[in-house]
């Protein structure tokens, strides 16, 4: 199966970073589970909250 390549640009890159961030972070043992969790699930719900796109 091929990988399908994108480009991100403005806030989606800009999200994208955040999260590639805090996994390496957490690979370190920087950050728990609970914590990228955490984050990730307020990415998520900025996402959703009425107004956005």
Known sequence: MA???TTLS???AEQFADI???LSE???GELSNA?????LMEMWEKEQ???RR
């Open 3 to 5: 990988r399908e390549r």
């Open 10 to 12: 403005g806030e989606d």
């Open 20 to 22: 590639r961030e805090d």
């Open 26 to 28: 957490h690979r370190r």
């Open 35 to 39: 914590e990228v969790v955490r984050r």
């Open 49 to 51: 909250s009425p107004g």
